[in-house]
């Protein structure tokens, strides 16, 4: 075993509460979109990370590690330790992104033994009570709305720079770049109490779309001649994580926390190909969103020199995103939750050395991005030496780590060996898929609360651009109505904090075109077995209804109707209940 592995988990949580030992910190770095192959420690060629390529040289690093292709679900697989699609995550919109409530969450456990817990960035699992970072396991949150900066659940007019987020649920003014203030929150979180360990998650949004960043960090690779589309502006993105991670590990430094933190370094999904068809990849197939290697197969480094995780090694076994909870908390010695039962296996005999002793396993990851799940859709089921893609392209990755020959015809006994195994797996995850995860409304948790286009099932608007445009939307938002009583139901086209009338026009920016504003004459309400329809006042903000209703489960649906025109309807955008 390796020197001092294992920390607490050594002696077990009980002596850790008896302070025989000094439980570790830990500080769990994502990014997003940034892919295996956008580092400069990876063979970048044109990037340079030299703080992050600092972390990697001194940290034990899963070099077959592998997340979900795309956002919410590897979010809803690292804090549950489960498949995303067993907790009802398999798209980033459409309430799909929801992480059920009944879900045990890594801040859960970690609260629960006595850390502080808070994260600081990009959430992206729902904005509404229950599913709000606040009410799954964090002490302290500041992070943005949606799924990005300049989704349409986001404060509006939210451009990266001096932003307004949300603290704890309240919204606050910040200054500086977005990923810069996720940093300093953390800073500011780990600084703030000396006497109780933490558990720091900062999932930024950067390197995410669109791609915005101050010109002295795009501008090297611009000088580059990296110029396709918008590469050297998320290149420059990059650029600005790694001096936020030097900045990081300066701070832990100086506070003498290095020693016993631990500090993993990830990120959500395959790489966005914004650099085109020559984008550096470590030679895989696929980018973000991708059943194939290059979508899913992401860096991640452990580094805790207390606990013998640094100095530079490699771990060359399969390993995913859903084994790092159970990890962490054999780490810290930290009491297992007895009603969860974990996808994924503590990798503590892995990271310790004891790697030939590791049983063989099968992982499923999968890109669904629909209401409803499919079966096989975009599906990769991995061995150590295999993948079948779609469940009959089968890969050999060891021997063809670019996934070029299909070899399926030469093997039929291993794609009959993972297609059962396969099969298992979704005999096992699709128990619960008929379920919906329902915003409670009428709460005292979370009262008003606003439902949003981007959350509903159907036909989303997820972008303010499109709500500028006026774009179709249509669909219901699954909601819980905590108590009966009276609700008021207020119909929008725009957000509360942006004061224009329905009909009206607006841009982002003072300077951006006004698009053309909606003709209509009546809002249009229904829910449960209620159905109005109200005329709209001139200039009106939103329109009101007041309606009872019992308790229980239920859907809320609205537009906007021109009702002496061309007769169209708009889905409301925005839609603020109020248990009165």
């Given at each position: 075993m390796a020197a001092g592995i294992g920390g607490c988990a050594r002696w077990g949580a009980e002596a850790c509460s008896k302070s025989v030992v000094s439980r570790p910190n830990v500080v769990l770095?994502?990014?997003?979109?940034?892919?295996?192959?956008?580092?400069?420690?990876?063979?970048?060629?044109?990037?340079?990370?030299?703080?992050?390529?600092?972390?990697?040289?001194?940290?034990?690093?899963?070099?077959?590690?592998?997340?979900?292709?795309?956002?919410?679900?590897?979010?809803?697989?690292?804090?549950?330790?489960?498949?995303n699609v067993r907790t009802g995550v398999w798209h980033t919109i459409m309430g799909r992104h929801f992480l059920r409530a009944d879900e045990v969450t890594i801040a859960d456990v970690f609260r629960a033994g006595g850390y502080r817990t808070g994260i600081f960035g990009k959430w992206h699992l729902g904005d509404n009570y229950p599913f709000r970072p606040q009410d799954r396991g964090f002490d302290e949150s500041v992070i943005h709305l949606g799924g990005g900066i300049g989704h349409g659940n986001d404060y509006w007019?939210?451009?990266?720079?001096?932003?307004?987020?949300?603290?704890n649920g309240k919204p606050e003014k910040f200054e500086g770049y977005c990923a810069d203030v996720w940093f300093d929150e953390a800073m500011n979180f780990i600084t703030a109490d000396r006497e109780k360990p933490f558990f720091c998650y900062l999932p930024t949004n950067t390197a995410h779309a669109p791609f915005h960043i101050a010109g002295k960090y795009s501008r090297p690779y611009k000088d580059k001649g990296l110029e396709y589309e918008d590469a050297h502006l998320f290149y420059g993105m990059l650029a600005n994580i790694d001096e936020n991670v030097g900045r990081l590990m300066k701070r832990l430094s100086q506070m003498n926390l290095v020693d016993n933190t631990i500090v993993i370094f990830m990120t959500d999904n395959g790489g966005d190909p914004v650099g085109g068809p020559d984008?550096?990849?470590?030679?895989?197939?696929?980018?973000?969103?991708?059943?194939?290697?290059?979508?899913?197969?992401?860096?991640c480094f452990i580094h805790w020199p207390r606990g013998g995780l640094a100095g530079g090694r490699d771990v060359e076994r399969l390993t995913a995103h859903i084994d790092l909870m159970p990890t962490l908390i054999e780490l810290c010695g930290i009491k297992k939750p007895q009603e969860v039962k974990f996808d994924g296996k503590s990798l503590v005999p892995l990271i310790a050395g004891e790697g030939a002793s590791w049983p063989k396993r099968t992982l499923v990851v999968d890109s669904q991005r629909i209401d409803y799940p499919i079966k096989w859709r975009r599906s990769a089921t991995m061995t150590d030496r295999w993948r079948l893609i779609n469940g009959h392209e089968l890969y050999d990755i060891k021997a063809d780590p670019k996934?070029?020959?299909?070899?399926?015809?030469?093997?039929?006994?291993?794609?009959?060996?993972?297609?059962?195994?396969?099969?298992?797996?979704?005999?096992?995850?699709?128990?619960?898929?008929?379920?919906?995860?329902?915003?409670i409304i009428g709460s005292d948790k979370q009262n008003?609360?606003?439902?949003?286009?981007?959350d509903l099932h159907g036909e989303v608007v997820f972008y303010v651009n499109q709500v500028k445009e006026g774009a179709p939307s249509d669909g219901f938002w699954a909601v819980d109505v905590a108590r009966s009583g009276l609700y008021e139901f207020a119909l929008r086209r725009w957000p509360r904090e942006l004061d224009r009338p329905i009909s009206g026009t607006v841009g982002i920016h003072e300077l951006e075109p006004d698009y053309e504003g909606f003709t209509v004459t009546h809002a249009r309400l229904k829910v449960a077995d209620i159905d109005q329809t109200k005329p709209i006042?001139?200039?009106?903000?939103?329109?009101t209804f007041k309606v009872r209703l019992k308790a229980g489960s239920t859907r809320v649906q609205g537009w906007f109707v021109n009702h002496v025109g061309n007769g169209r309807t708009y889905g409301a955008y925005y839609v603020y209940i109020k248990r009165i």
């Open positions: 770095i994502m990014t997003d979109d940034q892919g295996y192959g956008h580092l400069s420690c990876h063979g970048n060629p044109v990037l340079k990370t030299p703080n992050i390529d600092n972390l990697h040289a001194q940290s034990v690093r899963l070099t077959d590690f592998h997340v979900s292709p795309t956002c919410s679900p590897t979010r809803a697989a690292l804090l549950t330790g489960r498949y007019g939210n451009d990266y720079f001096d932003d307004t987020y949300y603290r984008e550096f990849n470590s030679h895989m197939r696929g980018s973000k969103g991708s059943q194939y290697e290059g979508g899913h197969r992401v860096p996934q070029k020959k299909d070899i399926a015809n030469q093997h039929p006994e291993v794609v009959k060996e993972l297609r059962a195994a396969y099969e298992k797996w979704w005999d096992d995850v699709s128990e619960r898929f008929d379920e919906y995860s329902e915003i008003p609360t606003c439902l949003v286009s981007h006042e001139p200039r009106a903000r939103e329109v």
